[in-house]
């Protein structure tokens, strides 16, 4: 390969690998002279703005301020709205008052509705819930608001959907589903979320089916721009999935799909996330979804959308999305390792291939993958003793995140050049088996283990051209290599992304091991490289680079704050008061109440709440003790029924509070019932003796009613949380600093008051 082929063939890879990133997503200019029938991003930002002012949790006063502005957008449109209301709980205890909007266009025919699905609270308490869902809520907004414009009357009846408490346990789509008359006439479900504050969003089906008619439908509708494949789709049904429409999938059996976003993962559920850090990109792509479909599913016969079987899909630039059945698997796995052996045979016999340089040539691939994977594993556990700070941020995604993947990126090329310079003197040819048995191995474990994952054979296919070309041709067309490596480029490269931001920068092993598989599959070119020393040493340069901007970068500033915590909790029954903090890395601000030389043996940080991600105190101290009422509980009835006790308990708040947490010691019941709802045989039999979370709205009283065993031993401890230690007049505490944030996911900001009785 000549000198200048080599610099356009490299520089043709870089394209390449920037084009499947950026062209998944549409770009943004400014519409909002965008014409009535028409999709306006900017529009749609509106409504964002107005939704994110302020924290609008459930039992939070904007809350209300969010429902009534959403009811009058539904009005403007000519639509009737309808509210509905009642208490629901979760598997996990979490008991809430839900309020979902609702409202419906009517259509031609009686048969299936299509759903537009999203909910309208933000995540406790901080949280200003722009894309989270408001981008959802803004996303159907200004789709319904296009689609009405155009007068025309629908084939199915549009049910628009705005749940609430999806945050605490999904408790309106459970309300929706279990308890209203229009739940059993849907027949489709399109759900808008987001886990971050930018990047593509990610189509995933919801079904306790096949997917191969709703991939169909899907396709046919023609989104402009789909992100979606069937890896992703695969792993989502093994995983305790947590939205809207897993409620509807599991409690009706009715499908659909979802549509969310994950990049910039760390403004999810903070109070950065606003409509300002909100991607126009990203909106727009929301749009480029909801517009096809809802046109499409809205004249669609929603009554064939189930099946039995299932499909390989995956979406690339240009074809959009690509499917096949799964049953196709097994038959293009026999092919292409039946083409494998014609082909190695066919260059043993003309000796076009050596056996012996054919089995060096699996020593640089094992061993780049070795060293590309320990890198990648350990890499998040030196990052973190090197930064502790970082532990702080508890998804695991930092704000230097894209850097540290870029720059791994990069240290994975240089190791995998440098290791490949080693064996320069193996022929190229010789060199490519390697590869190819690796990635026909991932193809058969994945047709075994996880079907989904089996279009990995499609660059295989490529691959095995691309050999015999090498192997048959001493200058082989440089410019047709590089063709024939676009499969694996554009279909695998948004997952060196994709792993670290949606998993954290723990799955930075994903990066280096993908990275590591994509270098070998575009080996026809590399192989040709004379220099791949030199380019090893600039790689590892430019990580270098990344490295050391990732380092002066690893700080926090306003707009990529620390988050930080503060509780006071007071012990009514032992009368002491703690100061608590979830911080593993103290600031001046936490230091003004704890400092590093307290301990988490104190009993208080063992036994209180802890948080999404297991994390517990770290640091506790003694506090004052102040004046704060501890909530009335009264037992209303204690008797014997049918040689069962029956022990009703009600407990009512007497400050402004927003949580109950209710705690059992290790006894079993027989049944639980709180505010009405019964609760499940698993919130029972819990690990973690939890038996209810309340997320109180308007002060609202809880009654808890038992049947157990007569003569059990009850004992029940009450953890009674506000969210008003800042402003409380009861405390003294000055504002955050600009680079801090209230810490997401965790009981923060809070006065908790716990009591123990027995019972």
């Known amino acids: 390969m000549s000198k200048i082929a080599r610099i356009l063939t490299l520089v043709l890879l870089v394209l390449a690998t920037y084009w499947s990133f950026k062209a998944i997503m549409p770009t943004y200019t400014a519409d909002s002279n965008a014409a009535p029938t028409s999709f306006s991003t900017d529009r749609a ?5 107005e939704i994110s002012k302020e924290p609008h949790a459930l039992g939070f006063k904007a809350h209300t301020d969010v429902k009534n502005y959403i009811i009058a957008e539904l009005n403007k449109l000519g639509l009737k709205t309808s509210l509905q209301k009642g208490y629901t709980a979760d598997d996990w205890g979490n008991l809430a008052y839900a309020t979902n909007i609702l409202t419906r266009i009517k259509g031609k025919s009686n048969k299936k509705a299509l759903l537009l699905l999203s909910h309208y609270d933000s995540n406790p308490h901080s949280s200003l819930g722009a894309s989270d869902a408001g981008s959802g809520v803004a996303t159907i907004l200004e789709s319904v608001r296009a689609y009405v414009s155009e007068n025309k009357t629908p084939e199915n009846d549009i049910i628009i959907l705005f749940t609430d408490a999806e945050e605490l346990g999904l408790n309106g789509a459970k309300l929706f589903v279990n308890n209203h008359t229009w739940a059993k006439d849907v027949g489709l479900v399109l759900n808008f979320e987001a886990r971050g504050s930018g990047g593509p969003s990610y189509m995933l089906i919801e079904t306790n089916q096949g997917n191969s008619r709703l991939i169909e439908e899907f396709t046919a509708a023609n989104p402009e721009y789909p992100v979606a494949n069937s890896l992703a789709y695969s792993i989502y049904k093994m995983l305790p ?41 990203t909106l727009a792509h929301q749009g480029s979804y909801l517009m096809p479909l809802l046109h499409y599913f809205a004249d669609a016969d929603l009554t064939t959308l189930k099946s039995t079987e299932d499909n390989i899909y995956f979406t690339v630039p240009i074809f959009k999305t690509v499917s096949y059945p799964f049953s196709w698997i097994w038959p293009l796995f026999a092919i292409a390792v039946l083409l494998f052996i014609i082909l190695i045979v066919y260059g043993l016999r003309n000796k076009n291939l050596d056996a012996k340089e054919i089995a060096t040539g699996f ?22 003793a090197i930064y502790p700070q970082y532990r702080d941020i508890l998804h695991g995604f930092t704000y230097n995140g894209y850097t540290y993947i870029a720059t791994f990126t990069l240290f994975t090329l240089a190791i995998c050049f440098y290791i490949y310079h080693k064996f320069k003197k193996i022929e190229t040819a010789n060199l490519l088996v390697a590869p190819i048995f ?18 990995t054979i499609v660059p295989v296919f490529a691959l095995l051209a691309s050999f015999m070309i090498v192997s048959n041709q001493k200058k082989p067309n440089a410019y047709l290599l590089v063709i024939l ?23 930075l092993v994903a990066t280096t091991v993908l990275t590591t598989l994509l270098f070998v599959a575009v080996l026809p070119v590399f192989g040709f490289y004379k220099h791949k020393n030199r380019l090893a040493f600039l790689l590892f340069l430019l990580s270098i680079v990344g490295f050391t901007m990732a380092h002066f970068n690893s700080g926090f500033s306003k707009g990529n704050a620390k988050p930080s915590s503060l509780l006071y909790i007071l012990d009514a029954d032992a009368k002491t008061a703690k100061w608590a903090t979830y911080d593993s890395y103290l600031t001046n601000w936490t230091a ?13 940080a063992n036994t209180t709440i802890s948080s999404k991600y297991n994390s517990n105190f770290n640091y506790v101290a003694n506090a004052p003790i102040k004046d704060i009422a501890a909530p009335k509980i009264e037992k209303t009835l204690d008797t014997i029924i049918n040689n069962k006790r029956h022990l009703k308990i009600c407990v009512t708040p007497q400050r402004n509070v927003n949580r109950l947490n209710i705690y059992k010691n290790n006894v079993n019941l027989i049944s639980a019932t709180v505010n009405g709802v019964p609760f499940s045989n698993y919130t ?3 690990t973690t003796r939890k038996l209810a979370t309340h997320y109180i709205t308007n002060n609202n009283y809880t009654e808890i009613n038992l049947v157990l065993e007569p003569n059990t031993p009850l004992e029940l401890t009450f953890y009674e949380a506000s969210n008003d230690l800042l402003t409380n007049k009861s405390f003294s505490i000055p504002a955050r600093p600009k680079e801090e944030i209230p810490m997401p996911f965790v009981l923060n900001d809070a006065i908790l008051i716990i009591k123990t009785i027995q019972f």
């Open 438 to 455: 690796i990635w026909l191995l991932l193809s058969g474990l994945s047709a075994s283990l996880l079907p989904g994952a089996s279009y």
């Open 485 to 507: 490596a676009l499969p694996a480029i554009t279909i695998f490269a948004p997952f060196v992304k994709m792993f670290p931001v949606g998993l954290g920068l723990k799955m």
């Open 363 to 384: 020593a640089p691939l094992l061993i780049s993958l070795v060293l590309t994977g320990i890198v990648g594993y350990f890499s998040w556990i030196v990052l973190n």
């Open 45 to 49: 930002l509106k409504h964002v703005k």
């Open 241 to 281: 999935n947590d939205t809207d429409l897993t409620v509807f999938r599991e409690d009706a059996d009715i499908q659909g799909f979802n549509f969310a976003f994950i990049d910039d993962h760390f403004d999810y559920h903070t109070e950065q996330d606003t409509h300002e850090r909100l991607d126009k990109k």
């Open 592 to 604: 003004q109440y704890i400092d590093e030389t307290k301990t988490t043996t104190n009993k208080i």
């Open 684 to 686: 029972l039999l819990d």
